[in-house]
């Protein structure tokens, strides 16, 4: 039943499948993902209409095994890709990945640990690849704000804003308050945290001016799950109030999944 | 009519928890037989509109019951049959669960109408006192010429049957093959090994279990049989399961229908058939 | 004004916020010389609940400069302050803008700050004068004994009966005699006095009662891990859920009971009483949607004569509540009229309902004046105590005589041009209920139990 490997243009392993499965879920929210692998790595994005953009990305030392010949790139289900992972749910699974061609379906096989006489096969269809959506948010810039965080700290913020408010405003400023999101659209009240630059759980700050600017409040949930995720996640924003959320997650065996999000601002919350 | 059966054993007690539980799970309603030597309860007998699968429990009411009296309305007839709302009757017997329960009485009896009375004694702890702890369940009495509606289905003559040492990684995974496709192929040889497949329009996912137990292989039949299944139906049935004994055997009656069993212990089984569907 | 807590009072706060979520939409708040006090009413009226901090739990305490301060604000939004505790380790409660917000700012660890404005809907606040004195049955158990107890009954469960009798307590989900659907799965737990820290029960009664408050206060003295005590008269007075902790919390919750002595269960009379229901609910709720005001009524009604209260809640109308004065609180009012609407429609069924009853009530009773004690009952006139008024504390002082707002609230009644028969039902059955002749006609204190007789219409 098993093909010679030397057939695949893509063979990769990991030995644990719980961080790769919780970092596809965390970008799952919509249908129609872009993948790419090429000598740099595996490349997964997903994209929302034009305003938000989630890509997750694991360099070749994320993997146990990672062969690849040229450049490949094709279009995927996202759902049918994360089913396939969580099949066996919480027990833990080695995970091999197998592409062959273009017009092949990519290859997945689960082997939990507990039971080595049970393995699932998943052969998902691939389809044409389009191009990721190209933000620009240049890390030299001096306009730029940036701060590091703890992730699980960072998340707990983020998972408390009050679900039924409209939008977010993010507030970044060298002064008090130096990191603020206040929930707007909430009747008979208003919601606010900040954090201080020198509290903890911040690893970096560096915010050389104050920016502010507004979000869907749907769309900065989209990046919940990938914060619950995360050990250490960077925010950077600029003066146009685009908002890029980088995010580290780390596996059993440290191997590290990145996964960044670009958030486009409402018009009317650019001050 | 009367009926009386005492419990006393607390593991009795929490298998017969467990089994009500699990068919509270599958079905609004259940059917109790109970007979001289057994105790039957049924559900979803009708198959006809139900996403849950039919599951029957026999018991051998000599292991459970150190007092059992059933004695059915006229001399000549052998059975009780009733029904009842099944959540009704689990949390009727959720007392069981904690543990801490002296005994637990059940009886037939008319209050306004006809009742399952539930009774525990139900040790605290805040009294040496135990206390009394009553449900009446209340129950509709088939009457005798509606029995043949109600009988305790027969188990399939299978081809083929497998047996599987443990549910736990089958069960997580009909829980989401279901979210694949509708329908599940079981693909089974003699050789121990059982393929699910679930097919969809994006993906085919083959979940593959080997060095099974071959338990039984009818004499005329080669060595395979397969059988596709309503996944909903299947994964009611995994989803449902509250029985710690986890030991199942897998009939295939090719083109017909899939035979689920649990040995509960010698006398006391669960069975589930799950009938064929086109894949 | 200001009010300080240290990081777990403040989650003790939270928890009460909590248990009063479960009786009522709304919160009232009041801070008096003492401490705060929070309070919350159910929608049917059958229970008020109240929560009182001493001041010692607080680190600063500014009292208001003249009288007590009271508001009502929006559960919800209360809710969503108090969600999140764990992190909280200093909790700043002050009254800003004219006091028409209530500010909660919440210093939590790693330096970070949460801050939550919520508008103070109205200055009202209510009140009981239900004498709060120990009845002659007293029965004080932990919380675990109580919650063992309401464990054994479903959580869609109304309301639950207890036979308090010199040799045992029987909590029952149903009267015993009663008749019940076919359906219905009657559920009994019988309990020794030995299991109870105290057990006086001089006067042994069958008592019914609202579970789902109950259960609210229960979720509560677990929080506390303390005890708590029930003190009861006889069916058909109210019923006390007490609770204290150091001597800084109190909580007592009120609740009408029924007595099942005084239903009847003869056919005939069932019957009867159903063909009573059966003309009175389309009325009912069709008179409930004609005085129901448009959102631009309200408006203009607010401009007018400032009573914006009449409807601003589905539990307003039935409270002798006048409008305060304050023009200040403008600005909140016009907040609470969007939430009211919905907040009726989301109701109105259930409301009806209850006024179906009112009907069938007055009509019994040939609409005498809420404080007399309707024909039809016999027993002997209730003790002052047993009343239960709701006042807006700046007219009415609390030493007042409980009889006092029925002529006054008549007055307000016919500033308001399309509700003021209304009002006068809603005021009788509000009476009706916390009086200890009050004879019910449904076995139920709560507005869902109306439900077997829809049934029957069927």
Redesign the interface.
């Known amino acids: 039943m098993e093909d010679h490997l030397e057939d695949y243009k893509f063979v990769s392993r990991l030995d644990h499948v719980k961080t790769f499965n919780a970092a596809i879920k965390s970008i799952c929210f919509n249908d129609y993902a872009m993948l790419q692998v090429s000598d740099e790595g595996l490349r997964i994005t997903v994209e929302q209409g034009r305003s938000i953009q989630a890509t997750l990305f694991m360099p070749p030392a994320a993997f146990t095994e990672f062969h690849v010949q040229d450049f490949q790139s094709f279009g ?2 996202m ?2 890709l994360s ?2 992972l ?4 919480t ?1 833990d699974c080695s995970v091999r990945m197998l592409y062959k061609d273009q017009g092949d ?1 990519l290859k997945i096989i689960l082997y ?1 640990y ?2 080595e ?9 691939t389809m044409d690849s389009e191009e990721p959506i190209e933000y620009d948010l240049n890390l030299k810039d001096s306009d730029l704000n940036t701060i590091f965080v703890r992730g699980p700290n960072l998340s707990k913020i983020f998972h408390e804003l009050e679900k039924s408010a409209e939008e977010f405003e993010f507030i970044t400023s060298p002064d008090r308050p130096h990191f603020k999101i206040t929930t707007i659209g909430i009747m008979q009240a208003v919601f606010s945290v900040e954090v201080a630059k020198t509290s903890p759980m911040m690893m970096m700050f560096n915010c050389p001016q104050t920016l502010v600017a507004r979000y869907k409040s749907q769309q900065i949930r989209l990046t919940n799950k990938a914060m619950q995720a995360a050990t250490k996640v960077s925010i950077k924003t600029n003066t146009l109030g685009l908002l890029e959320l980088h995010l580290v997650m780390q596996g059993e065996g440290q191997e590290e999944i990145f996964v960044q999000f670009y958030v486009v601002p409402l018009l009317n919350g650019i001050d | 009519m009367k009926f009386r059966a005492l419990m006393q054993d607390p593991l009795y007690m929490r298998e017969l928890q467990n089994i009500i539980a699990t068919l509270a799970k599958l079905a609004k309603d259940c059917i109790m037989i109970l007979g001289a030597q057994q105790m039957h309860f049924i559900v979803n007998e009708d198959q006809s509109s139900t996403s849950s699968p039919l599951v029957w429990v026999s018991i051998a009411a000599r292991d459970y019951f150190p007092e059992y009296k059933m004695e059915a309305a006229r001399a000549d007839q052998e059975y009780i049959v009733l029904t009842m ?1 099944s959540a ?1 009757l689990g ?2 017997l959720s ?1 069981l669960r904690g543990g801490g329960v002296n005994s637990c009485k059940l009886k037939l009896q008319r ?3 006809p ?1 399952i009375t539930v009774i525990a004694s139900v040790l ?6 135990a ?8 129950v509709t009495i088939i009457p005798a010429s509606d029995w043949p509606t109600y009988v305790v289905p027969r188990v399939p003559a299978s081809q083929l049957a497998l047996s599987l040492p ?1 549910l ?2 089958l069960r ?2 009909i ?3 279901k ?2 496709s509708p329908s599940l192929e079981f693909q089974a040889s003699y050789d121990g090994e059982l393929n699910v497949v679930a097919t ?13 137990l071959p338990r039984f292989l009818s004499a005329d039949e080669d060595r395979e049989a397969s059988c596709s299944v309503d996944s909903r139906k299947a994964s009611a049935f995994f989803g449902a399961l509250q029985l710690a004994n986890e030991e199942l055997t897998i009939g295939i009656d090719r083109e017909h229908s899939i035979h689920l069993q649990i040995d509960v212990r010698e006398d006391v089984v669960l069975h589930s058939i799950l009938p064929a569907v086109c894949a | 004004m200001k009010y300080t807590l240290e990081g777990s009072n403040a989650r003790v706060i939270a928890k009460a916020v909590q248990s009063l979520s479960k009786v009522g939409k709304e919160m009232f708040i009041e801070i008096e010389q003492q401490g705060l006090q929070m309070r919350a009413i159910n929608a049917t009226q059958s229970a008020v609940g109240s929560i009182f901090f001493k001041r010692s739990m607080f680190e600063v305490f500014d009292m208001p400069p003249s009288s007590d301060f009271y508001c009502k604000i929006s559960m919800k939004g209360c809710l969503a302050v108090f969600r999140n505790m764990n992190e909280v380790e200093y909790c700043e409660l002050n009254l800003i803008d004219n006091q028409t917000n209530l500010q909660v700012n919440l210093r939590c660890k790693l330096e970070t700050t949460k801050e939550a404005t919520i508008s103070i809907i109205d200055d009202q606040n209510i009140n009981t004068n239900v004498d709060t004195d120990q009845r002659p049955n007293i029965i004080r ?2 919380h ?2 109580f919650m ?1 107890i309401s464990n ?1 009954f ?1 959580s869609a469960e109304e309301e639950l009966t207890m036979e308090a009798n010199t040799g045992s307590l029987v909590a029952k989900n149903y009267i015993e005699g009663a ?2 659907n ?11 006095p ?2 109870f820290d105290q057990y006086q029960v001089t006067k042994e009664t069958i008592i019914t009662f609202c579970i789902k408050e109950f259960r609210a206060f229960l979720l509560f003295a677990e929080c506390l891990n303390t005890s708590l005590s029930l003190e009861f008269d006889d069916a058909g007075s109210p019923f006390m859920l007490k609770i204290k902790k150091h001597g800084e919390i109190e909580c007592l919750l009120i609740m009408s009971t029924l007595s099942p002595d005084d239903v009847s269960f003869s056919d005939d009379y069932c019957q009867r009483d159903l063909t009573v229901e059966d003309e009175d609910v389309p009325a009912a709720s069709s008179k409930r949607k004609s005085s129901t005001p448009g959102p631009s009524v309200q408006q203009k009604r607010l401009q007018q004569d400032g009573l914006v209260d009449i409807d601003s809640s589905m539990g307003t109308p039935l409270f002798q509540f006048r409008p305060s004065e304050a023009p200040s609180v403008q600005q909140a009012r016009l907040l609470a009229e969007v939430d009211t609407v919905i907040l009726i429609e989301d109701e109105a069924e259930e409301e009806a309902l209850m006024l179906a009853a009112a009907d069938a009530a007055l009509e019994a009773s040939q609409s005498v004046l809420p404080t007399t004690v309707p024909e039809s009952a016999v027993a002997p006139a209730p003790p002052n105590s047993t009343e239960v008024c709701f006042y807006n504390t700046d007219d009415v002082p609390p030493t007042q005589s409980p009889t006092f707002p029925a002529d006054d609230h008549l007055d307000d009644d016919e500033s308001i041009p399309q509700s003021p028969e209304r009002v006068t039902r809603m005021r009788t059955i509000f009476s009706r209920c916390f009086q200890s002749t009050y004879v019910p006609r449904e076995p139920s204190p709560n507005s869902q139990a109306y439900a077997p007789n829809s049934d029957t219409e069927d």
Do not use: W, Y
Not at chain 2, 131 to 138: A, I, K, L, S, T
Not at chain 2, 200 to 212: A, D, I, P, W
Not at chain 3, 184 to 191: A, E, I, P, S, Y
């Open positions: 995927l289900k759902n049918a089913e396939c969580n099949l066996f749910g027990a379906p939990p507990d039971d006489d049970v393995s699932t096969e998943c052969a998902i269809k | 709302s009704n949390r009727a007392v209050i306004q109408f009742c605290s702890t805040s009294s040496t006192e206390r009394e702890v009553v449900h009446d369940v209340p443990s736990r990684l997580s995974l829980d989401k093959l979210n694949v969809s329009e994006m993906s085919t996912v083959t979940s593959r279990f080997r060095r099974l | 158990g932990d675990k004994l063992d054994n479903n008749r019940v076919d359906k219905f799965m009657r559920t009994q737990l019988k309990l020794k030995s299991e």
